[in-house]
Nanobody, 126 residues
């Protein structure tokens, strides 16, 4: 049974930093690209970042590029999202997702992922 478990969310202030973690189990971690999505109240879930099996291959949403960094530790089956210079508009539930390496559809879409975590709340106060 595949499980993705996020942690690290919380309440912070504008300009603060926060690091999210996601530990994967029940899958061959190296065979999956790992992504982060977020969903704010009343909005659709949106792509934040993705890292492929090669740690040098990453992609970010325009809204977070330059502020957020995605990384992975394959030895620990863990993906991270370092978030700096947080803004109130970053407030959302953040979800970790796994995407098998041989998928050819878009990694920007929710449908492009095979497994999802339960989410962790990030709240940025002004």
């Amino acid at each position: 049974q595949v499980q993705l478990v996020e942690s690290g969310g919380g309440l912070v202030h504008t300009g603060d930093s926060l690091t999210l973690s996601c530990v994967a189990s029940g899958l061959t971690f190296d065979n999956y690209a790992m992504g982060w999505f977020r969903q704010a109240p009343g909005k659709e879930r949106e792509f934040v970042a993705v890292i492929r099996w090669s740690v040098s291959s990453t992609n970010y949403a325009d809204s977070v590029r330059g502020r957020f960094t995605i990384s992975r530790d394959n030895a620990k089956n863990t993906v991270y999202l370092q978030m700096n210079s947080l803004k109130p508009e970053d407030t959302a539930v953040y979800y970790c997702a796994a995407r098998r390496y041989d998928r050819v559809d878009s990694h920007l879409r929710v449908s492009g992922y095979d497994y999802w975590g339960q989410g962790t709340q990030v709240t940025v106060s002004s």
